[in-house]
């Protein structure tokens, strides 16, 4: 089944309303192109461009054309014509010129213009595209980790979206019926939902029609069955009376409804301007989701949820953002064990349409979006994954794909699976903060080491101090942050601990090197309280090593800090007593400073000067007031190579 009809469709149209709408064109190209006669309009395009110069217009639809039909090296070349002509062309247009770029002449010229456009496109779209286009050039294809097999029961015309329906398999098919007319788009008739059997090893059987849901004679389609509700969600035509009902431009748009085991229905989502697609209910959190083509879409069609009562629509459509939705197109939302599977075909896939895995983290943000990999996903389209575990262990699971092997058209295939499908990874988004103020921290670089001590990923918190990163899932991990004149944040967690941080809000603590220092009399000092000694004494107080402490741990944040210490005395008492009364002092705080663990190769000296270096005329003979002599008995940590630091 082409594209078009697989999404079901972006702005579906009946026949009446393709001719209505190909009329209005006044050009045989144009009039082919909307009746989806690509082959047919690329020839006509092509003659008519030998007349006179085609419309930008009507370049893309060429350049669409050739995309349509798989010819990429053409569809390139006419995509960079209209990329030439229009450089501001819509990212949905940008996502094809790259798709066509992709196939025609590899993921490098991809990369290339992809950089012409970083400043426009989203930064979560620019995240998901370094991530996969790695990730699938590191893929192991033989070994993707699942059995994949062509599912027993399919036809000569499109069979698709499979849905677990009790013990059995729901699913969309566009095989003959007599209740149904011919679809004039897909030559192939209106669609419909059926039945089969699941086997022990998985495998389908008995396929027949579908009658748990009131029979229409147009589309009925893309089912999903919610055990919790006990209803079954699907996409039907609008239709009034058992007739079509059009919108005043001509169109029949595609609605969601409900249905329960007493074949009664009603239309949850219903706008003759809007097609509703792929309804996933879940159950766990009431929410309804989703494909439309809306006009705040990113690309094509987006995926979408609603909140719900029980299925009852409470709340308006709401996009789920540029972590999901792209430039591209994206259908077939389905939710299991906390992942959201889905199907997309940007640019950065392995071609058509790809199956996506994104995890959704603790507050409800969605990891970077994993592509599936070869076995699931192929060079043509894969889409509408649904997957459930099964009782002797591991995962069954199924889809559609127009690969080679099949049947002719969309088929369905199953697979089974050790574990669900994907490359687990880790998420994590936070904030770098300097400790002393609170605020956040600029330009921090930020670290991800492995267990060996290898670099995993390395970036920069953004001007708000905050980051974030994905990598593939490993058992150990060191996360470090730092900044020149800053303290280095490091922290090692395990498997256990990695599982309990990512997904939430963290933050990494360092400190700004000029935070803990200051100038004084032309030199650099650890910035303490001022403290004394009791008189005559050499023992610390609690008072001296609380102030001692932050040496420590200063020095465990800087360790590359040297210093000195000095230590004066006032002039009351004899000279050579006070002399040796500093010494004693400094020793004494040196060896705290060693106990704490300070290495002693960053303690430069520890020198008593008595009442050397008084700084101020309090010397012996002359009456001063306390305040004045206590001026003089001080204790400065003086650091020794602030300007290599």
């Known amino acids: 089944m082409r594209a078009d009809i697989k999404l ?113 496109l989203p930064k979560e779209l620019i995240e998901n595209a370094d991530f996969n286009l790695v990730l699938l050039e590191k893929q192991d294809a033989e070994n993707p980790g699942y059995n994949v097999f062509h599912a027993n029961g399919n036809s000569n015309q499109a069979d698709f979206s499979p849905t677990f329906y009790k013990d059995r398999l729901l699913f969309t098919t566009a095989r003959a019926l007599e209740s149904k007319p011919i679809y004039g788009p ?117 995926i979408y949820f609603v909140y719900t009562n029980n299925g009852l629509i409470m709340s308006a459509p709401i996009n789920l953002g540029p972590r999901i939705n792209t430039p591209g197109n994206e259908i077939a939302p389905y939710i299991y064990d ?66 080679q092997g099949g049947n002719g058209n969309d088929d369905l295939y199953g697979f089974t699976a050790d574990k669900k499908p994907g490359l687990k990874t880790f998420s994590l988004r936070g904030s770098v903060l300097n400790i002393a103020d609170k605020d956040e921290v600029p330009g921090a670089q930020v670290r991800v080491l492995d267990g060996e001590g290898n670099v995993l990923t390395e970036l920069s918190s953004d001007n708000d101090g905050a980051f974030r990163f994905e990598i593939p899932w490993q058992e150990q991990l060191t996360i470090q942050a730092t900044k020149e004149k800053y303290s280095v944040f490091s922290a090692t967690y395990d498997a256990a601990e990695l599982e309990k941080i990512q997904g939430i809000g963290y933050n990494m603590g360092i400190v700004a090197l000029d935070d803990i220092l200051e100038r004084s009399d032309d030199q650099t000092l650890f910035k303490l309280r001022k403290f004394y000694f009791s008189s005559g004494r050499t023992s610390l107080t609690p008072e001296i090593t609380a102030e001692l402490d932050k040496i420590v741990d200063a020095m465990t944040r800087f360790p590359e800090i040297k210093f000195s ?61 306390e305040m004045l002599h206590k001026q003089n008995e001080r204790y400065l940590f003086v650091i020794e190579n602030y300007e290599e630091l």
């Open 186 to 302: 897909s030559g192939e008739s209106f669609l419909d939902i059926w039945v089969a059997r699941i086997g022990p090893d998985g495998n389908l059987a008995n396929p027949n029609p579908f009658f748990g849901i009131p029979k229409a004679k147009y589309h009925e389609a893309t089912p999903y069955y919610s055990k919790e509700l006990d209803k079954i969600f699907y996409i039907s035509s609008n239709t009034e009376r058992g007739k079509l009902k059009f919108s005043q431009s001509g169109k029949n748009s595609l609605a969601i409804t409900m249905a329960s085991d007493d074949k009664t229905s009603n239309y949850l989502l219903k706008d003759l301007n809007i097609s509703f697609y792929y309804p996933f209910y879940d159950a766990e959190s009431g929410k309804l989701y989703f494909a439309a083509n809306f006009d705040d879409s990113l690309g094509g069609t987006d």
């Open 8 to 120: 079901l469709a972006i702005l579906i149209f009946l026949c009446g309303a393709v001719n209505i709408h190909a009329q209005e064109q006044g050009s045989k190209a144009d009039i082919l192109f909307f009746e989806y006669a690509y082959q047919d309009a690329i020839t006509e395009y092509l003659k008519e461009q030998q007349r006179s110069p085609l419309t930008l217009k009507q370049q893309q639809n060429l350049a669409q054309a050739y995309l349509k039909v798989g010819n990429y090296a053409k569809a390139s070349d006419a995509y960079l014509q209209v990329f030439k002509r229009d450089s501001t062309m819509t990212n949905h247009q940008f996502n094809n010129m790259l798709q066509a770029m992709a196939r025609a002449s590899g993921k490098e010229r991809v990369k290339a213009f992809l950089d012409t456009r970083k400043h426009t």
């Open 565 to 625: 210490i000095a230590v004066h005395t006032d002039s009351r008492g004899g000279r050579t007593t006070n002399k040796r009364l500093s010494q004693a002092r400094a020793d004494a705080i040196k060896n705290y400073l060693l106990e704490k663990g300070i290495d002693r190769a960053s303690i430069v000296s520890a020198t008593g000067y008595g009442e050397e270096q008084l700084v101020n005329q309090c010397k012996d003979g002359v009456f001063c007031l």
């Open 338 to 403: 906390g992942s959201l599977f889905y199907s997309s075909d940007i640019f950065y896939g392995l071609g058509g349409m790809d199956i996506y895995k994104s995890d959704i983290q603790q507050d409800g943000s969605f990891s970077i979006p994993v592509n599936l990999g070869t076995g699931i996903n192929t060079e043509v389209d894969d889409f509408g994954l649904v997957i459930r575990s099964r009782e002797s262990g591991g995962v069954l699971g199924y889809f559609a794909s127009n690969r």
